[in-house]
């Protein structure tokens, strides 16, 4: 096809005409919302790297989940502050820690609405790393995998629509379908987080859940940037181990490996559009420098059009209302 036979702009003259001849879309029921929870009550606190989210406290859930459910976003992914911690991170897998409480306070409110949770220690020990410390400060990957399963089947106790296991530990998927499986859980689906990259967009995060390494960094068990063939295999090995879902963390700069992890294996696929690259487009924003509508949108987008299915994002709140103006 050449010029002038083909003339591509043809397809572009009107709204009603690139609507007709879109080949991606965005759509709300795409977006599952992370929230930070703690102890206290009356809590609503701003994080102050990422304008807009916040920490919140038990009792302000309701009321959050109304919230989320009115814009029309299905789920969230829950993260929990304890309000102490140990070497252990017994907080994570405690009967009445932060998040087993904050799944039964939301399905009590609304047993409908979609409960995901984070599974992982770093937000819960006193080191910042996400599992147990040998002598010599090395996470031992099979002592981890039982606190994981252990936090995990709370997780499920409580009342959680899907766990998501984020410490990248080998083997921690198949720890976790076995315990679920071994007390009746087998319709709890896993996601996760299978290509998750030691990166430098975490920082906020870190902030809004506290859970920084107090020493070292977590480049020996997170993965290293500049590889792709081994998000495929930490992928596979996920499936393998019966992931029902596979996530690429962060999004922005790894769309290559979501396309390449979707075209791979061909199964339903989630970004996480990390805080990092939330408060960049805040700032942004903030300075007059971008439209934060425009770029919002369009980044989302892109994440779809890499080959996501599922969206974990900071702005889907903002999207949400964008989304039903549209």
Known sequence: MQFPSYRPRRLRRTETLRAMVR????DVSDLIYPMFVEFGTGVRREVSSMP???????DM????IDELKALGIPAVILF???DSKDEA???AYAEDGIVQQAIRIIKAHDPEFYVITDVCMCEYTSHGHCGALDDNGCVMNDVTLEMLA????SHAEAGADMVAPSDMMDGRVGAIRAALDAEGFTDVPIMAYSAKYASAYYGPFRDAADSAPTSGDRKAYQMDPANGEEALRETA???EEGADIVMVKPALAYMDIIRRVKDEFGYPTCAYNVSGEYAMVKAAAANGWVDEKRIVLETLLGFKRAGADLIITYH?????RWLKKA
């Open 237 to 239: 090995l996920d499936i």
């Open 23 to 26: 080949e991606t879309s965005l």
């Open 89 to 91: 991170g017994s907080g």
């Open 150 to 153: 252990s936090t995990a089947l």
């Open 61 to 64: 859930l309701p009321a959050e």
């Open 316 to 320: 889907a709140k903002d999207a949400a």
């Open 52 to 58: 807009g989210v916040f920490n919140i406290s038990l």
């Open 80 to 82: 929990g502050i304890p």
